[in-house]
């Protein structure tokens, strides 16, 4: 898992900088991953009563840049994620996962978070180059900078030990994911191994975020605006 180490910030802790306003511009590696995403390849490996269970599944996975934000001089660019799976065929959601990518330009570092309905939030870090097409993401249970909290039921018959996210950007304009959760389980001799996989395609492209749209003079969305509008219509 990635070590935190000391910041290359200074001593003032509060000064913010001014950054760029267009996101899409600033993602470093995460560039290619901006926009809406579909798949029916997905594959999964699951624990069932009798071992191991495999599921392949259907993905829809939108990713959208979010205004840059800072921690005084900490300075993120990053895509706000939802991903929505479901079986073939089927109507019912096999997997619901929110969280946000973010890449910090001054250390090269990523982060990567993650809620799903079931009781399960994590935060994982890493490294890349501004160009990579290959980077990963680790998380450890009990870390507390890039760690894993599960509610009681899930901490105590399926606690997750660690978690790896790892993608790769192809040239064809698609990309990979894999994720790993290691989990222990009670009546197993030996962490297992819950994997995702799946490789996908874009069907649509992302939409800047505000402060990109309004310094490109496009006011429709601005907030000013709407505030403006109201005070004229009293």
Known sequence: MTSPEAHPYGDDIYTEPDGDPDTLSNLGPLAPLAGIWVSAEGKDEHPVVDGLGR???VERFELQPVDRQTNGPQLFYGLR???????????????DQVGYWL??????????TLAIPRGQVLMAGGTAAPDATDFEVNAAVGSEVYGILSNPFLD????????RMAISV???GTWSYEEVGVLDIPDRDEPFHHVDRNTLIRVGPP???PLAQADAGDESLGIGNLRTESRMSL
């Open 55 to 57: 599921d392949s599944f």
């Open 81 to 95: 994620y939802h991903t929505h799976i479901v079986k073939p065929g089927e109507v019912e959601t096999f997997h």
């Open 103 to 112: 890449w910090e330009p001054a250390t090269h570092g990523l982060t990567f």
């Open 156 to 163: 105590q018959n399926f606690r997750t030990l660690s978690y």
């Open 170 to 172: 192809h040239e064809d």
């Open 207 to 209: 939409t800047p975020n």
